[in-house]
Every structure is written in structure tokens, then in C-alpha cells.
């Protein structure tokens, strides 16, 4: 059975006091039967976020990593460091990343596979652009980004990916592929890993959709059958509206 999940990707946003009074009401408002639910404040709070969790099912988890243990590697974050805290998951690959800091394929498969050795859990992010889009070359520019990636990985790592479809032309812009472009995209990626790595563990993998996901429009995309849960951005800043969401993936 897959993991069925929610995770809010707050990017740069909240200082410390609105960290910690987002998840004070998080933790009245969120009902989540049997959804996983995972936030991703910023480096400088993940550590007052875990403690105000206390104990509370929400896993608090990092935006990115670097693909070293330690050393001269000045303003960046190791999974060592964020393992000492109780961070064990992070985003790889968030377009973001790969736009405004020149994130590669050939680095993020470098952060994915160290993170896994170090034991960290992963949500892979991949996605095209606007232009591949319209141009119909989303499905080979996805299949490039992941035979670049998380198809070089060993059999066993699969346990500890999820992966997250974001398609850029959706990110923060209030547009949202439909419920039947995700469910299209999400079954191609699934026969992918299935063709590289067996059924078994393409049935196993849950695939998140990420691109303006609003209560509005979340029940439909969850309830389309490759689709397990969603990366939320914008919706994930306010409590009543990312919980909402979460119950939406029921
Ligand atoms: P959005 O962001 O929900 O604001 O579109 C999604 C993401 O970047 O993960």
C-alpha cells in the first residue's frame, strides 16, 4: 500500500514567532486520518519547529541539502547536521533550486545519493516547463530528469524516495494542471520506474503532485489513482487552508 501524502513546502517565508504560531495551529486544526503530513520551514527554525511539534504526528523536514558530510562549504547544510536536530527527510530537486541556483542533474543526483547513504528519506522534485509543454516534449524532458537521477540509484534506495511532480507552469501561479494531465504524467512516471526497477517497487513509490494545489481543486487531483498526495506551496502558509488540503487526501 502506498503512502499517502501532504507535505507544505514553505520556502522562504515566516520568521520565528510565525513558525511557530503556523504550527500551534497546524496542531489544532489538522485531522489527518491516514495521511502523512510533512512541513518544510526554513534551515534557521527546523530546530524550534521540531520541538514545538513535540510529539505531535507532523515530520518537519528540510528544503534542500548538501551532498557533503561536512567542511568548507560555506552557507550550506549537511544531512549530519540535520539528522542531530531530527530532520531526516529533505526536498531534492525543487525547480526553484534548479532555476535561480543552477541545480544539475548530474548535482542532484549527487545530493540524492549521499542523503540516502547518510539515511536521510528524500521527495524528489522533477517537472517541465511551460515551453516543453507547449512544445509536447513534457514527457521526454520528465524522463530525461529522471534517467538522470533517481533511475541511477540502486534498487534498494527506493524505500527511502518520494517523488513529486511539479510542472514549473504551475508553481505559485495560481494555474494547476488538471486532475487528468497529473494522473497522465503520474502513470507515465510510474510505468518508467516500473520498466527500470519492477513492479513492485513503481506500485510502492508514492508520486505527489506540486503546482498551485488550493482546497479547491485538491480533492480531484488526489482522487486520480497514480496521484498519492501533493507538495503544497503557497496553501501551505495558511493553516485552515493546508489543512483543509490534508483531508482532501483521503
Ligand atoms: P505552489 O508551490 O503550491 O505555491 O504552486 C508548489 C511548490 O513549489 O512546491
Redesign the pocket.
Known sequence: MRKKIVAG?WKMNNNLSETINLINDLKIQIYKNNVKVMIAPAFTFLHDAVKQIDGFDIEVISQNINNNSSGAYTGEVSAEMLKSIGVNTTLIG?SERRAYYNEDDELLLNKLKYSIECGMNVIFCFGEELSDRKSQNHFTVVKNQLDNTVMKVDKSSWKKIILAY?PVW???TGETASAEQAQEMHEFVRKCISESFGEEISNNVSILY????KPNNASEIFSKKDVDGG?????ALNASDFSKIVESNR
Open positions: 513546502n525543487h511539479e504551475a508553481i505559485g506540486g503546482g498551485s494545489v507538495l503544497i506551496g503557497g496553501a
